[in-house]
């Protein structure tokens, strides 16, 4: 039986793995090496999650380091300059800390 007290914000805080950040390759992307040295400047510790998508590259943010404006900002120039098509940012779900535990 697994038991957990607290409300759902103060969970996700407490052992959430961070942000994931989804984005969409655009058309002057050069290489996918490129694209993730270019993410190193939202985040020096940003790391890929292999995923089963083929349209989209999923990556996570340690909570301790993300700055939302800045994490935006970088994103949003990259998007300015082709390198990435779109993008989405999200914190982890009470799921994703329940599938962590188990």
Known sequence: R???LGSVPYLKN?????????LSQGLKCPSK???????LEV??????????????????VPAKEFCFSKVFEELEN???NGIIKDFS???TTL??????FS
């Open 14 to 22: 407490r052992y959430g793995s961070g942000y994931k950040i989804t």
């Open 2 to 4: 697994f038991v957990c």
């Open 89 to 91: 940012i999200y914190n």
């Open 43 to 60: 985040s020096p510790h940003i790391k890929e999650i292999n995923d089963e998508s083929e349209m989209y590259d999923t990556y996570q």
């Open 78 to 80: 990259l998007k300015k």
């Open 95 to 100: 799921e994703q800390v329940f599938l962590d």
């Open 33 to 39: 090496e490129e694209l993730n040295q270019a993410l």
